[in-house]
């Protein structure tokens, strides 16, 4: 059974920096691509970093967050990372993380994800 489970949502000023991890189980980790997605309240879900199996060698992110996030992974950990830096109002959101349905598959869109977590709040004060 594929468990995903994210962690480090914290409220933070404005300015101020967090890092989320994402913890998953039941699966090969390193031969699976992965998926940081948000969703702001009242907003569609969308997706806001992606990174290649194994070495991480693709790392895709969302335009409004390119220079300021981080997404990396640790396969010896089994844990997905996303550096957020600089962080702003607007990345007000509910982070997921998302791993796809079959190894090396590194999806383009939601709908190519199959394993969710639950998700990890990030609150920016302004």
């Known amino acids: 059974q594929v468990q995903v489970v994210e962690s480090g949502g914290a409220l933070v000023q404005a300015g101020g920096s967090l890092t989320l991890s994402c913890t998953i189980s039941?699966?090969?980790?390193?031969?699976?691509?992965m998926g940081w997605f948000r969703q702001a309240p009242g907003k569609e879900r969308e997706g806001v970093a992606r990174?290649?199996?194994?070495?991480?060698?693709?790392?895709d992110y969302e335009d409004s967050v390119k220079g300021r996030f981080t997404i990396s992974r640790d396969n010896a950990k089994n844990t997905l990372y996303l550096q957020m830096n600089s962080l702003r109002h607007e990345d007000t959101a509910m982070y997921y993380c998302?791993?796809?349905?079959?190894?090396?598959?590194?999806?383009?869109?939601?709908?190519?994800?199959?394993?969710w977590g639950q998700g990890t709040q990030v609150t920016v004060s302004s």
């Open positions: 998302a791993v796809p349905s079959r190894p090396r598959f590194l999806p383009e869109t939601e709908p190519g994800y199959k394993y």
């Open positions: 039941g699966l090969a980790f390193a031969d699976y691509a």
């Open positions: 990174i290649s199996s194994r070495t991480g060698s693709t790392r």
